[in-house]
């Protein structure tokens, strides 16, 4: 999502625009971050016999020991921090290792710089890592975090396994240099590589369908047409709104050409959305909506209620999602539109394996007993860690079903059981949703409801979607993050702002060439070859 400061900014400059045309003991860091998505509950656990359970012997130190824990704790209806977390105390009751936590308060970024530089850190530090300068490898070359591919190789056998059976999961925890340097949160499960389904994505008006006499589109000239209809037939004075106000949100339709709003890569070569023709061709599509008045003409700056409230008054037919009671029952979700039937679309909005580093762990210089820490870390990665870290407790939160399948108990399944307190027990009081661990995508409590709006939008806005223009998990050197972070900050702010001008008609589309040269200006070429040195050096991998 975009710097709101920005966004702020951009919106005064165009509103003007239309006023005078009247009209982020140890440690350091992390990477990447995001959520879960659907796969049916069997199988998903169901683990090879070789990788049934840890090989190391529990419980982990005979004497009980302490280790120091950085994490930021977000708030949790249910505790006022990990130290009162049953995850971490059915943890400790396992491993005979108590975990002293530390969670900064405030701005979480400036936290940690200020923490990291102390004479004594924790032993462990979880998601920092982007808020480093020079990321992780800057990390371990400045003596913050240890390099521990040694202790991996000896200490963590489960954490070593998944490295070890898949290839792109080994990339992306793996720096270029070849060292080893955080445990990341491992997007896979035992039996197959399955990227999280899209958590966002666009939904119609079934309703209005039915009315109208109308298909779901899945084309961009079918979503035309729908819109049209909903104008004309409906009176809907805002045929699709709320996008796309947020960056996330382009490859919503953008998708269709298979292309980003930023930097992707196809065929290996890296390539910037905006100065590619494909992208000229969405302006265009864009544009053309919003002169027909099929887009609304005031999506830059409706906010959400603004939105529901449309949505609610029956103006709107296509959105992005809403939970307002007048639509609920006939809300539908759409595949993401593609230019021709049965093409694949490029979509931005998932997690690599390795969740591009926002959740990862690292062991600090000050830890005192690394091999404990890497013990520890690791057993997150088995399928009792795993069970635990995704489940809960067994017997408390779930059971396991004739086919050792986790199912969760009244406890928590969601019939019954209001969001805010389901969401509490699987953010962190009884397990965790993201994390250095095992991730099954499964272990969402909805997800285990026979109809579930959230798994069946997912599985919709998945159909005919393509991951391979999406970059991932790079390693920029200090000098090339500082390069490429000077170069964009100007071309971040033109770029966006340019986009919505030529949607809305404040720019002639004949001035679109002088758009794309005054970016290559900036030094969009250089910041193209920082990014293709960062791709090849992680194919060499």
Same mark, same amino acid.
């Given at each position: 999502?975009?710097? !709101? ?10 509103? &003007? ?15 990447d971050?995001s ?8 199988g998903?656990?169901?683990?090879s016999?070789?990788?049934a ?13 302490t ?18 977390s ?13 975990i ?18 102390s004479d004594?850190?924790?032993?462990i530090?979880e998601?920092?890592i982007?808020y480093y ?11 913050? =975090?240890?390099?521990?591919?040694? %202790?991996v ?8 396994r ?7 999961f080994?990339?992306d +925890?793996?720096?270029?240099s070849?060292?080893?340097g955080?445990f ?14 899209? /958590?966002?994505?666009? #939904?119609?008006?079934s309703?209005?369908?039915?009315? &109208?006499d109308?298909k779901?589109p ?26 796309? =106000? ?9 998708g269709?050409w298979?292309i ?13 959305g905006?100065i ?7 302006i ?10 099929? %887009? ?11 939105i ?8 709107v ?8 009671p007048?639509?609920a029952?006939?809300?539908?979700a759409?595949?993401?539109?593609? %230019?021709?039937?049965g093409?694949?679309?490029?979509l931005g909005?998932?997690?690599s394996? =390795?969740r591009?580093?926002?959740y990862a ?5 000050? &830890? ?17 860690? =795993? ?16 086919? $050792? ?10 019939e ?5 307190? /389901? /969401?509490?027990? &699987?953010? $962190?009081?009884?397990?965790r949703?993201n994390g250095?661990?095992? #991730?099954w ?12 709006? +959230?798994r069946?939008?997912?599985?919709? /806005? ?11 998990n790079?390693?920029?050197? !200090? ?6 972070s ?20 404040l720019n002639?589309?004949?001035d ?18 920082l990014?293709?040195?960062a %791709?090849?050096?992680?194919?060499a991998?």
């Amino acid at each position: 999502m975009m710097n !709101m400061k920005r966004h702020h900014r951009i919106l005064a400059a165009l509103l &003007c625009a239309l006023m005078v045309l009247g009209a982020g003991a140890c440690g350091k860091s992390s990477d990447d971050s995001s959520s879960a998505s659907s796969s049916e509950a069997s199988g998903t656990q169901s683990s090879s016999p070789d990788s049934a359970s840890s090989d190391l012997a529990f419980p982990l130190t005979g004497e009980g020991e302490t280790l120091t824990y950085y994490a930021a704790f977000g708030g949790n209806n249910l505790m006022t921090g990990y130290a009162e977390s049953e995850l971490y105390k059915e943890l400790e009751a396992r491993t005979n290792v108590h975990i002293e936590f530390e969670s900064p308060s405030g701005d979480v970024q400036q936290a940690f710089q200020l923490r990291i530089t102390s004479d004594s850190l924790p032993d462990i530090m979880e998601n920092v890592i982007g808020y480093y300068t020079g990321g992780l490898q800057g990390l371990i070359n400045d003596e913050y =975090a240890i390099r521990l591919n040694d %202790l991996v190789s000896q200490y963590a056998p489960d954490y070593q396994r998944l490295l070890d059976e898949h290839e792109d999961f080994r990339k992306d +925890a793996t720096l270029d240099s070849g060292d080893i340097g955080a445990f990341y949160m491992c997007a896979y499960d035992y039996t197959e590589t399955k990227l999280e389904d899209p /958590w966002a994505g666009l #939904k119609v008006r079934s309703d209005w369908l039915t009315e &109208c006499d109308l298909k779901v589109p899945t084309t961009i000239e079918e979503l035309t047409n729908v819109l049209r209809t909903f104008k004309e037939k409906k009176g809907a004075s805002a045929p699709m709104s709320g996008f796309p =106000a947020y960056e996330q949100y382009y490859d919503f339709i953008l998708g269709a050409w298979n292309i980003s709003h930023s930097f992707f890569q196809r065929d290996g070569k890296v390539d910037y959305g905006p100065i590619t023709e494909e992208f000229k061709e969405y302006i265009l599509q864009m544009k053309s909506w919003y002169d027909e008045g099929l %887009l609304d003409k005031e999506y830059l700056t409706r906010d959400s209620a603004g939105i529901d409230v449309l949505i609610g008054q029956d103006q709107v037919g296509v959105f992005q999602d809403t939970e307002i009671p007048e639509v609920a029952e006939v809300q539908q979700a759409i595949p993401f539109p593609a %230019l021709e039937k049965g093409a694949t679309r490029a979509l931005g909005m998932s997690q690599s394996a =390795a969740r591009d580093g926002v959740y990862a762990a690292f062991i600090t210089t000050s &830890c005192k007993n690394p091999e404990l820490a890497t013990k520890w870390l690791n057993y997150a990665y088995s399928r009792e860690g =795993a069970l635990l870290f995704n489940y809960g407790i067994e017997g408390t939160t779930y059971t396991l079903d004739s086919n $050792g399948d986790p199912q969760y108990t009244d406890l928590v399944t969601v019939e019954g059981v209001e969001d805010a307190k /389901w /969401w509490s027990y &699987c953010n $962190g009081y009884y397990s965790r949703i993201n994390g250095p661990m095992l #991730k099954w995508f499964d272990a969402i409590p909805s997800y285990h409801i026979e109809s579930n709006p +959230a798994r069946e939008n997912g599985e919709v /806005w998945a159909t005919g979607i393509s991951y391979e223009t999406q970059l991932p998990n790079l390693t920029l050197s !200090m000098e090339d993050s500082q390069r490429l972070s000077t170069i964009m900050a100007d071309i971040d702010t033109y770029v966006e702002e340019q986009n919505h001008r030529f949607i809305m008609g404040l720019n002639s589309m004949d001035d679109y060439d002088a758009f794309v040269a005054q970016i290559k200006s900036y030094g969009i070429d250089e910041a193209i070859e920082l990014y293709q040195k960062a %791709l090849d050096a992680y194919n060499a991998r």
